[in-house]
């Protein structure tokens, strides 16, 4: 009898090490060393802390192992209850945006151009900071501050090909109209979008508030009312690699993007294109040739929330994801949105992104009501302006989110931990300063090294 807390002991002590020992060869292949470090540590401390107690008087043994009880015990309700739930909010924008005002658009805006001219009459207030702006490197500049000519190039490839493409979006409607099934149309183009390469897909009613008011980029005549009048968007997600996100905010990051922005053009194209032989009217919208706000009509279609961030955080991917959408005429069957106010929480208490900003873009306070929608509205000019320094698309704040980190056993635990319970989110939150540090570095990838 005296031998099980001996047994019980030691087991626990094989285990504790196996399970952090796990944690660090995941922390290894992420090139985490400081979390590497830390778990390595643990695996020690821990296995030599539960066999060393077996071999204490049975007296010690017994107390060592109800305080472990105790210790699983209120880890498993941290886990398993839903503590702390929050109310999702619901608001939605009471006016339409024009794409005119967007910083890309702007930044478009040649001096002494008809649209150059027309926009800065009627925002005047713009003109200075836009001006200024212009005479900075810009992107993928050779004079910004992370200049590779190597990795300039490929990212500028890449976004030649979003270019071209950017006048295929739409295209001639077959004449015959096949009759189909709403619900067996939609769970096939899911599908197909999948087997194109989306990681997620969702369904969503086209609302007013989804469409920009006037055109600001892409094909058609600048400052035109855009009149989109499809019923269904078909919005999906494609990741961004966490190695090359990771070295945000040097080349590789822009390289990434560019490289995402072409597979999310791709797969919107030919998404449409399916459609559009299928007998009904469909539109992808892309990099520069947009009509919809992407991330409001991911939200409505339940890929995720708006984040701190200003864009959308998806619950297994964060902000590591670029989006497309396909608006179309073919009757779909709309996903039902479930809000997902365990994102908004853990962004309350995460910060970040914002703590870790280089252009101090992103708030760090709550939430304020703007045209009727409850969210945290980021600088996008002084975002922009880094990025005209830097020659890249930054992407700290997408490098640093706890939520980006990859695919992995570890990181989902956590992932379901911190849609379950406010007590998860605060303690993940803190793991995550532990582990990764509340001011990550930025890592190198040897192929990038040029
Ligand atoms: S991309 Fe960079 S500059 Fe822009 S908001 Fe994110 S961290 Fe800040
Ligand atoms: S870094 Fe934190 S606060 Fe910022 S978007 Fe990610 S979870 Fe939200």
């Known amino acids: 009898m005296s031998l099980v807390p001996k047994i019980i002991l030691l087991i626990l002590g094989i285990s504790s090490f196996i399970g952090f020992f796990a944690f660090f060869i995941t922390s290894i292949n992420e090139k985490e060393i400081r979390a590497a470090r830390i778990t390595l540590l643990i695996a020690v401390l821990s296995a030599s802390i539960f066999t060393g107690s077996a071999f204490l008087p049975l007296d010690l ?18 886990f398993l209850l839903p503590i702390g739930k929050i109310e999702p909010d619901i608001s939605i924008p009471t006016s339409r945006f024009d794409e005119r005002n967007i910083t890309f658009a702007r930044a478009r805006l040649i001096p002494g151009s008809q649209e150059y001219e027309m926009y800065y009459s009627l925002h005047p207030e713009n003109k200075p900071f836009d001006d200024a702006n212009r005479k900075l490197p810009g992107l993928l500049s050779d004079s910004s501050r ?12 890449s976004f030649f090909l979003t270019e071209s493409l950017r006048s295929r979006v739409d295209g001639e409607v077959a004449l015959r109209q096949r009759p189909l099934s709403s619900k067996k149309t939609s769970t096939y183009l899911k599908s197909l979008a999948t087997y194109y390469g989306a990681l997620d897909v969702g369904i969503t009613a086209l609302k007013p508030y989804h469409v920009y008011s006037h055109i600001g980029r892409g094909e058609g005549t600048y400052g035109t009312p855009i009149m989109l009048e499809h019923k269904y968007a078909i919005v999906f997600t494609v990741e961004m690699d966490y190695s090359v996100v990771a070295t945000a905010p040097t080349a590789p990051t822009v390289m990434e993007s560019a490289k995402q922005y072409v597979e999310s053009a791709r797969i919107a194209i030919q998404l449409a294109a399916v459609i559009r032989a299928l007998g009904y009217p469909a539109r992808a919208h892309i990099d520069g040739n947009y009509r919809v706000i992407a991330p409001l009509v991911a939200r409505d279609a339940g890929l995720g929330e708006i984040g701190r961030i200003g864009i959308l955080i998806t619950p297994s991917h964060g902000p590591r994801v670029r989006l497309g959408v396909v608006t179309t005429d073919i009757e779909l069957v709309a996903d039902i949105r479930k809000p997902d106010a365990s994102i908004i929480d853990f962004c309350n208490i995460c910060k970040k992104c ?88 930025n890592k190198h990838l040897h192929w990038t090294q040029t």
């Open 146 to 157: 992370y200049a590779n000519p190597h990795l300039f190039a490929s990212s500028q490839a």
């Open 354 to 441: 914002a703590t870790n900003c280089p252009s101090k873009s992103i708030p760090i306070n709550e939430r304020q009501k703007i045209k009727g929608v409850l969210k945290w509205q980021i600088n996008p000019d002084t975002c922009f302006r880094y990025w005209y320094v830097a020659g890249t698309d930054c992407g700290i704040c997408m490098r640093v989110c706890p939520y980006s980190h990859p695919d992995s056993f570890f990181h989902n635990v956590i992932r379901w931990g911190i849609k379950r319970s406010g007590s998860v989110r605060r303690v993940a939150n803190w793991l995550d300063d532990f582990l990764y540090g509340k001011k990550p570095r």
């Open 61 to 78: 043994q017994l107390v060592i192992l109800v305080l472990s009880v105790i210790c699983l015990f209120l880890f498993l309700i941290l």
